[in-house]
């Protein structure tokens, strides 16, 4: 494991192929390891994971929680509802106050991108070594979201021997809400970096014309791109268009909470043009599979019985996979960067 230089899990642009190689190593072995019997694994032992999570969330948070119980650390989780946040307390001093108490590592999602970021900063001013590790804010990035993607596609294309390798040259399309999307920013800078060659498809007003330059350089802030080589984007309006020659399909929430303007005629016209079925998908030309990040709207995004068939469906498998990917994480946030 060698290699491995994150202190802080922010956004996916600044991991190398190898840190993506790592992760998918590391979380095949957590994968393969037996679910039931003794499961708790020492490596974490002593050490306190806290989430704070500002937003909602039922996958991210309960498997990055069972992630680090997998590996005995403590968890300790912040419900914002109940705390003196409601009396005034900021953000900053709420963290802090949970570093304090012995947080080595603090899973943070919030509304707002950038949150992860300052806070992270803000710790490396202290004198503990806390790890961040950014569970979605706003707009920018879910990277462990992005991980478990790759990781579960890799799977699917070399189940015995997920790596980077197992993406490169294939096409991968993405399909729908890209412009209110975390997931999507993360996965465009996942699978770039491991060969893949992803095709952007929904309408002007949920897929604006300039993320055909998203990967053209990195994000304000970061120093350099670690991947030399990444292909263009490829933006297509229509999926008519979009997936003959797919090797899989990624679909995405429609994330009204997020839309401030009417950016849709409606749902039912959505789900005409942009809404994953059986017949749509045959437009493949061969059997592919479908991801989608969750929560569904279910005959929205895609349609039920896409979602329920077990044959086509990798969304249970993506939840799944999410705690060893998790585990894989807080293993090498604890273990490499020695926090
Ligand atoms: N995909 C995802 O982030 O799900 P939750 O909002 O349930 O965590």
């Known amino acids: 494991m060698s290699g491995w230089v994150h202190r802080h899990v922010i956004d996916l642009s600044a991991f190398s192929t190898d840190d993506f190689a790592t992760v998918l190593e590391l979380a095949q072995r957590f994968r393969s390891l037996p679910v039931v019997g003794a499961r708790r694994l020492p490596a974490l032992q002593g050490r306190l994971m806290t989430t704070l999570f500002f937003e909602a969330s039922t996958?991210?948070?309960?498997?990055?929680?069972?992630?680090?119980?997998r590996l005995s650390a403590d968890v300790q989780s912040f419900l914002p509802g109940s705390s003196s946040l409601a009396k005034g307390e900021s953000l900053l001093d709420t963290a802090r106050?949970?570093?304090?108490?012995?947080?080595?590592?603090?899973?943070?999602?919030?509304?707002?991108?950038?949150?992860?970021?300052?806070?992270?900063?803000?710790?490396?001013?202290?004198?503990?070594?806390?790890?961040?590790?950014?569970?979605?804010d706003g707009l920018h990035s879910h990277p462990s979201q992005g991980l478990l993607d790759l990781f579960t596609l890799a799977r699917h294309f070399q189940p015995d021997a997920p790596s980077p390798a197992a993406l490169r040259g294939r096409r991968i399309v993405i399909v729908?809400?890209?412009?209110?999307?975390?997931?999507?920013?993360?996965?465009?800078?996942?699978?770039?970096?491991?060969?893949?060659?992803?095709?952007?498809?929904?309408?002007?007003t949920l897929l604006p014309d300039c993320f055909a330059d998203f990967l053209a350089a990195p994000p304000?802030?970061?120093?350099?791109?670690?991947?030399?080589?990444?292909?263009?984007?490829?933006?297509?309006?229509?999926?008519?268009?979009?997936?003959?020659?797919?090797?899989?399909?990624?679909?995405?929430r429609l994330q009204k909470e997020r839309m401030h303007q009417h950016l849709l005629t409606s749902l039912e016209s959505y789900h005409r043009s942009y809404g994953l079925s059986h017949e749509r998908l045959a437009l493949c030309g061969r059997p592919v599979p479908v991801l989608h990040p969750g929560p569904v709207?279910?005959?929205?995004?895609?349609?039920?019985?896409?979602?329920?068939?077990?044959?086509?469906?990798?969304?249970?498998e993506q939840v799944r996979n999410g705690i060893p990917v998790r585990m894989a994480l807080l293993y090498l946030l604890a273990t490499e960067s020695g926090v």
């Open 59 to 69: 996958r991210t948070r309960s498997s990055f929680e069972l992630a680090a119980k």
């Open 297 to 316: 709207n279910r005959g929205v995004e895609l349609a039920g019985a896409l979602l329920d068939d077990p044959e086509r469906s990798l969304v249970e």
């Open 176 to 204: 729908g809400d890209v412009l209110h999307s975390r997931v999507a920013r993360s996965n465009l800078w996942a699978l770039s970096a491991c060969g893949a060659e992803v095709v952007l498809c929904g309408p002007p």
């Open 220 to 252: 304000p802030g970061q120093v350099g791109d670690p991947v030399p080589d990444r292909i263009p984007v490829r933006l297509v309006r229509r999926l008519e268009e979009a997936l003959p020659g797919a090797d899989a399909v990624m679909t995405l």
């Open 97 to 136: 106050t949970y570093v304090a108490m012995g947080a080595n590592v603090l899973v943070v999602r919030h509304s707002c991108a950038g949150v992860p970021q300052i806070l992270a900063e803000h710790l490396d001013r202290g004198p503990e070594r806390v790890s961040v590790l950014n569970a979605g």
